[in-house]
């Protein structure tokens, strides 16, 4: 069975950084696409960021774009969400998931997800 951990989440200062990651155990994380998604208290969860199983194509939500970072060590079976910049609304849980095919933006097309990492923008 497909599973994925995150960690790294916690409680940083507004314009401060984290970085997350996403371990998987149980199958080889390279022919995935993944993607990091968050949901904030009384929200939906939405979509941030995802990476192609090569690492050759990423996608960003404009809320995140030039802030965030995503990356992956497919030797590591880790993906990264380099957050910098933070701001109070980006606090959410986020979560990462796997997709067997291309990436994608809509939580429903992925069927493997992690427990999610809090984090916490505040001053």
């Known amino acids: 069975q497909l599973q994925l951990v995150e960690s790294g989440g916690g409680l940083v200062q507004p314009g401060g950084s984290l970085r997350l990651s996403c371990a998987a155990s149980?199958?080889?994380?390279?022919?995935?696409?993944i993607g990091w998604f968050r949901q904030a208290p009384g929200k939906e969860r939405e979509g941030g960021s995802c990476i192609s199983s090569s690492g050759d194509s990423t996608n960003l939500a404009d809320s995140v774009k030039g802030r965030f970072t995503i990356s992956r060590d497919n030797a590591k079976n880790t993906v990264y969400l380099q957050m910098n910049s933070l701001k109070p609304e980006d606090t959410a849980i986020y979560y990462c998931a796997a997709r067997s095919s291309y990436c994608s933006g809509y939580v429903y097309r992925f069927g493997s997800w992690g427990q999610g990492t809090q984090v916490t923008v505040s001053s």
């Open positions: 149980g199958f080889t994380l390279r022919y995935y696409a």
